[in-house]
């Protein structure tokens, strides 16, 4: 996210983005409803050390994976200060819809982290 904010993003080149792998990873998963089961089932493949429920979790976690449902109750569950407890090589991937993560009002605060992949996003971002 650094190199698109700075402009340093270049074009693609076949090992971009190919930093931390999962094995031996210690994942967060926040939903484990029907996604997150699912999400957790298939990194066992991967040879991951251990899988969370990331509510107690947030500083532990190599990888962290937003799966839940967005809900009035949830809106904006990854914060500022969700992201400032994160381990700064921590990579976020948000697979679920909505406003659980709104990267305009979070953003210094992304770029802390090691990685992130929004799915979609309410703001632009310029």
Known sequence: MNAVIDGS???????????????????????????????????????????????????????????????PENNELFDARVFNKMKKSAGFIKTSRGGLCEPGKSLSSICTIGAAGLDDSRTNLD
């Open 9 to 71: 993003w270049g074009t693609w080149k076949p090992m971009c983005l190919c930093e931390q792998g999962l094995d031996g990873a210690t994942l967060g998963i926040v939903g484990l409803k029907r996604i997150g089961f699912v999400v957790a089932k298939r990194v066992r493949l991967f040879s991951v050390d251990k899988i969370l429920y990331f509510d107690t979790e947030k500083k532990n976690s190599d990888f962290v994976f937003c799966c839940s449902s967005s809900t």
